[in-house]
Structures are given as structure tokens and as C-alpha cells.
């Protein structure tokens, strides 16, 4: 595995981060059963190499842990008959076991006769894609999830070499090899140094009643709107929910608009001559949201050159280093950096109040027993520092807004997103 995916399971191990995809469709009259709906799911995951997969991990993680060959599971796909509503789906959702319970790296869940779904002349039917982020990254998974559903198959994976195929000996191998490594990555490290370049100064705020432990409760909303509600100023929609969100959230955290920021997902490529191409090839950026600047439409010009400004950093020479350093480790130091890194104390300051994760799933030409895809959603991973996240995902014409909430804030979730929702309705004359 790249170090960027080994280090997404190994946090799995300790942490939830499973991502949940979810797609409504609308359901046809003729309602095939239970039986039909594994099967139609089990032969797409036939063809889908990305759905055959295991992890083995190497004694002590000695060395990375490396994929391997698996059969779809007999328990890959769920399906729970209904009658649901819409919110009884996010519920239910919300209370999904970690896939690290199970063994597997996904599972389908199907929910059956859904009412109350955006768009549905008639009870809908939502199906759940619950993988590992071990996987990939919200790109990578979403590729996926489309050929689950009628897209076309993602690239290839590149992944890495098996050096050594019993787990006994890569961790022997491992040890012995945890010096040449290190010194391999401090060379990379020196490198990524001296390409280091002056950068303008991080987001660094104080943090907010949403930068604190959300506990075990999950509190999941959407609000799925037409894409032009959020295309503020001809901008990106990321840069549009932004916007909008600039204006809702102050008020709910009780905080100053002049430090409202975001910790922003952002993708990048890896260099095209490296060795192995991550699954996971992202990072997040603190982002302000210059809630200060009353004019929407120039609020979302800044934060779209803040975001371009971030991504042109992300593939900067000495970031690129960086990387290079870090997937240089030794597998065993990389892994108790990940243990280390969960228990570390809250810090004083934060770059982003909420974690916002931005994904376009392409064309509504997806399809699921006979019914057209009807919207897609998301919802990102709470954790230590943030019991508040948005997941931003659109399919065809239509986007939507998931919010994940624990802890303290997930009391006053229904008032945040009517806040936002008012918010959205007015984005007509933008």
C-alpha cells in the first residue's frame, strides 16, 4: 500500500473515518424484491477489481500492508425492507457500524420505499456506499460507487510492489530496513526543505464550540438544491456553499465573521514519475471564508482565489518533497505516528471551524433496479477537532449540502439548517 492509504487504515483502526455514499433513485412500479436487489449490486461488484480486495496487514507493521486478492463477501449487501422517510434514512445512517467491526472494506446498504426524497414522484430507494478510506479518496470512491451503478469502470489502480509475499518475512525484511529507509526519508526530508517556499501566513484562529470531541452521537441533514442556487458569481459551487456558509456560521458558533475559515479538501496529483500512484491524494488547507465582506458575490471571488491560491501550493515543489519524504518512512514509525497523532492534546488554535469537503459524482445518468439517480450526498468523518463537517456533492443538475454533527452542536442542528436553507433561497439574486 502507498503510505497515503496505509495511513488511512491504520487511523481506521482507532478512528472512524469510513466515508458513506449516498444516491436516491426513484423506484419504478414493479418493485423487485430483496433478492434482486443484492443480486443487481453483487454483479456490478463482480467486475469492479477495486471490490476484490483485502488488507493484510505485516506483524508489529514492520513493513506497509499490502492488498490482496478477496471474493465479494456473502454479507457485501444489506437490504432493509422499509417503509422509511427520508430522515429515518440518515438516522439509520448515522448509526451504521464502522466496516473495521465487520472485517470488510465496503458494504451496500439498500433501503427500500423511502418517502420524502427530493425530487420522487413516489417512494424512492437509497442505496449506501460504505467503504474504507483506505480505498481511496472521495474521487477515487466516487469513481467507484458510479460503476456500482451503471458509470464506467475507474482506472486502474497503480499500486505498490509486494517485495515479499509472507507477512513473517516483510516484517523481518521491515526491521532490517527500518535504517536505510529513515535515512532515505531525512535525505527526502533536507530536500523538501530547501524547496520549501515563503508562503502567506496560515489560518489560525481560535477554536469554537464545533472544534471539540463530538462523543458517539451523529447527527446527519441535507438541503439539495439546483445547482445555479449556489453558483454565486459564475464561481465554482465549492466556492459558492462557501459563501453561503460564511453567512450562517458565525451566528451558530457564536463567533467573530472575521475568523471565519474552513479546513478545506483539496485534490492533487501525485508527480507522474512516482514509483506508486496514492489511492488518498488530498490534503486540507485552513481557507477564511471572509464572512466580514458583506457583497456575497465578492466574498465568493475571494475564497475561489484562496482555494486556487491553495491548490497551486498543494502541487508546489516543496510540498511535492514533502510527500515524497513522508512515503519514505519506515512503515513501523509511519504507523506509530498515526497512534500518536489520534491522542495528541487539543491544540490552542484551529485553521477551520468545520471540515468542508467538495465532490462533483458527474452526470445523472446513473441507475439502480429500473430507477434514474435522483441526488447524491455525503458526509465527511467527524473527529477530536471537529464535531461539524459539510459534505458538498452534485449529480447532473442538482447539489446538496450534508451536514455531520456531534457533541454540543448536534443539539441545535435543525436551527443551523433552516438557517441555511434561508440562506440558500436567497441565492436567486445572485
Not at 418493485?31 to 443484492?38: K, R, Y
Request: with cysteine; glycine share 10%; net charge neutral.
Amino acid at each position: 500500500m502507498a503510505y497515503a492509504d496505509a495511513a488511512m487504515y491504520w487511523a481506521s483502526r482507532i478512528t472512524d473515518n469510513d466515508q458513506f455514499l449516498l444516491f436516491a433513485f426513484d423506484a419504478p412500479t414493479s418493485t423487485p424484491g430483496a433478492a434482486d436487489l443484492v443480486g443487481a449490486v453483487r454483479r456490478r461488484a463482480a467486475g469492479l477489481a477495486d471490490l476484490h480486495l483485502k488488507v493484510a496487514s505485516v506483524p508489529g507493521d514492520l513493513d506497509y500492508p499490502r492488498w490482496t486478492a478477496a471474493p465479494v463477501r456473502d454479507d457485501a449487501v444489506v437490504v432493509y425492507a422499509g417503509p422509511f422517510e427520508w430522515s429515518g434514512v440518515l438516522a439509520e445512517v448515522a448509526g451504521l457500524p464502522q466496516l473495521r467491526e465487520h472485517g470488510s472494506l465496503w458494504r451496500v446498504h439498500v433501503f427500500d420505499r423511502v418517502d420524502g426524497v427530493r425530487g420522487a414522484d413516489r417512494a424512492a430507494r437509497v442505496a449506501v456506499f460504505q467503504v474504507s478510506h483506505a480505498l481511496g479518496d472521495g474521487r477515487r470512491v466516487s469513481a467507484i460507487a458510479r460503476a456500482l451503478f451503471g458509470g464506467a469502470q475507474p482506472e486502474p489502480a497503480r499500486d505498490a510492489p509486494v517485495a515479499v509475499d509472507d507477512g513473517r518475512l516483510a516484517a523481518v525484511r521491515g526491521g532490517a530496513m527500518i535504517g536505510p529507509h529513515l535515512a532515505r526519508a531525512t535525505a527526502r526530508g533536507l530536500a523538501a526543505w530547501s524547496a520549501a517556499e515563503l508562503e502567506p501566513d496560515a489560518v489560525s484562529v481560535g477554536p469554537t464550540r464545533a472544534n471539540a470531541d463530538p462523543g458517539s452521537v451523529r447527527e446527519l441533514r441535507t438541503l439539495t438544491v439546483p445547482i445555479e442556487a449556489v453558483k454565486v458569481g459564475g464561481r465554482s459551487v465549492t466556492a459558492g456553499v462557501l459563501a453561503v456558509l460564511a453567512e450562517v456560521l458565525p451566528d451558530f458558533l457564536a463567533a467573530r465573521p472575521s475568523d471565519a475559515c474552513v479546513e478545506a479538501t483539496l485534490a492533487f496529483e501525485d508527480e507522474l514519475d512516482a514509483d506508486i500512484l496514492s489511492r488518498n491524494r488530498f490534503q486540507t488547507a485552513g481557507i477564511s471564508i471572509h464572512a466580514d465582506v458583506d457583497d456575497r458575490v465578492r466574498r465568493a471571488g475571494l475564497i475561489a482565489d484562496d482555494l486556487a491560491a491553495a491548490r497551486r501550493r498543494a502541487h508546489s515543489p516543496g510540498r511535492v518533497a514533502a510527500r515524497r519524504a513522508a512515503a519514505s518512512a519506515p512503515a513501523a514509525l509511519a504507523s506509530a505516528a498515526v497512534r500518536l497523532g489520534a491522542d495528541t492534546p487539543p491544540p490552542a488554535t484551529v485553521s477551520g471551524w468545520t471540515v468542508v469537503s467538495s465532490v462533483n459524482r458527474g452526470a445523472a445518468d446513473l441507475s439502480f433496479a429500473g430507477g434514474r439517480v435522483l441526488l447524491t450526498a455525503g458526509f465527511p468523518a467527524l473527529s477530536r477537532m471537529h464535531s461539524l463537517t459539510h459534505g458538498v456533492h452534485g449529480i447532473g443538475e442538482n447539489v446538496t449540502i450534508s451536514v455531520c454533527a456531534g457533541g454540543a452542536v448536534a443539539s441545535d442542528i435543525d436551527g443551523y439548517l433552516s438557517a441555511l436553507a434561508k440562506a440558500l433561497d436567497s441565492s436567486q439574486k445572485y
